[in-house]
């Protein structure tokens, strides 16, 4: 709450990885939250992130960010399907432009794209958030 009475601007709190935390930053003031392991860089064996984001997302009714293991489309519309807003990605950036140089982020991008757009056609979505609609997606 410190931090917040600090700062007027907009203020989101990274690294939520439980129900309890994600209340504690809403109440604290924050004005988005982001569901994080970072990857699970420090902690492999952290539990799936995306049942806790439905969790919080039944609970929350902040802006949600989720990262935690995206490396497809698929993965994006399934963090989609369980509450997030706002999907990101790490690793396959780094990892294209290490394989592909300067190539390598549009090479990525447009394979993303062709892979979201295939699967929308399949599931039968005009738009990435009508995944919210769905049974969930993530088995």
Do not use: F
């Amino acid at each position: 709450k410190i931090l917040r009475h600090k700062w007027q601007g907009n203020l989101i709190c990274k690294g939520i990885t439980n129900l309890g935390d994600a209340r504690v930053a809403r109440d604290c003031g924050v004005d988005a939250i982001w569901v994080s392991n970072h990857g699970g860089r420090q902690s492999p064996c952290v539990n799936c992130l995306l049942d806790i984001l439905a969790d919080i997302r039944e609970s929350i009714k902040l802006p949600i960010v989720y990262d935690g293991g995206v490396r497809t489309s698929l993965d994006a519309l399934r963090a989609i399907n369980c509450g997030a807003d706002l999907v990101m990605m790490g690793r396959p950036w780094h990892i294209a432009l290490g394989a592909l140089a300067s190539t390598g982020p549009k090479h990525l991008k447009d394979v993303l794209l062709r892979e979201m757009i295939s699967i929308m056609w399949q599931l039968g979505l005009k738009a990435p958030h009508d995944v919210r609609g769905l049974k969930r997606i993530i088995e």
